[in-house]
Antibody
Framework: EVQLVESGGGLAQPGRSLRLSCTAS????????MHWVRQAPGKGLEWVAG????????GYADSVSGRFTISRDNAKNSLYLQMNSLRAEDTALYYC?????????????WGQGTLVTVSS | AIQMTQSPSSLSASTGDRVTITCRAS??????LAWYQQKPGKAPKLLLF???TLQSGVPSRFSGGGSGTDFTLTISCLQSEDFATYYC?????????FGQGTKLEIK
């Protein structure tokens, strides 16, 4: 069974940075697009960022564009989200998610999430 | 950015009922639409993709339809385990986006 384990969440002050990591196992990580999706407490799902299998194409939600950067290291089976200039509205559970193919945006596996809280 | 609007936002139904949830895209997305189910405290689960393709392991009482801007998710005979929140998602173009969710509750 696919495993996705997020880490790096925690409490950050507004304006500061955090880097989330996701370690993947039990599938060929380098063959699939990957995504970050977040969910604020009691709210719906928000797609945050995505990256194709070879890092050739990335995309961002308007709400994070210019502040967040998604990247991956296929040799380390790892996905990252660098979050800069954090705001209170970035507070959420952040899910690492695997796509159905190398370029797709539909998601067939999700991690359990890492909680990011932005507060002074 | 493409906006996804689901209706209704909440729905009460009984076991055995047939229910339909609608998802509308603000512009055409062909069939690049997925449906997810989420239960409290759990990660979402993929139900359908490409608007109407059932994900492996998902019961056949779930079905999807539509293309372009209007889509539906139908559950033909509600079971107790189906009471959850459902989301549509477009993956036609960046930035991808989810609908606001439809909470399906027991009547």
């Amino acid at each position: 069974e696919v495993q996705l384990v997020e880490s790096g969440g925690g409490l950050a002050q507004p304006g500061r940075s955090l880097r989330l990591s996701c370690t993947a196992s039990r599938f060929t990580f380098g063959d699939y697009a990957m995504h970050w999706v977040r969910q604020a407490p009691g709210k719906g799902l928000e797609w945050v960022a995505g990256i194709t299998w070879n890092s050739g194409n990335t995309g961002y939600a308007d709400s994070v564009s210019g502040r967040f950067t998604i990247s991956r290291d296929n040799a380390k089976n790892s996905l990252y989200l660098q979050m800069n200039s954090l705001r209170a509205e970035d507070t959420a559970l952040y899910y690492c998610a695997k796509a159905l193919s190398g370029t797709s945006g539909n998601i067939d596996y999700w991690g359990q999430g890492t909680l990011v809280t932005v507060s002074s | 950015a493409i906006q996804m609007t689901q209706s209704p936002s909440s729905l009460s139904a009984s076991t055995g009922d047939r229910v339909t949830i609608t998802c509308r895209a603000s512009q055409g997305i062909s069939s690049y639409l997925a449906w997810y189910q989420q239960k409290p405290g759990k990660a979402p689960k993929l139900l359908l993709f490409a608007a109407s393709t059932l994900q492996s392991g998902v019961p056949s009482r779930f079905s999807g339809g539509g293309s372009g801007t209007d889509f539906t998710l139908t559950i033909s005979c509600l079971q107790s385990e189906d009471f959850a929140t459902y989301y549509c998602q477009q993956y036609y173009s960046y930035p991808y986006s989810f609908g606001q969710g439809t909470k399906l509750e027991i009547k």
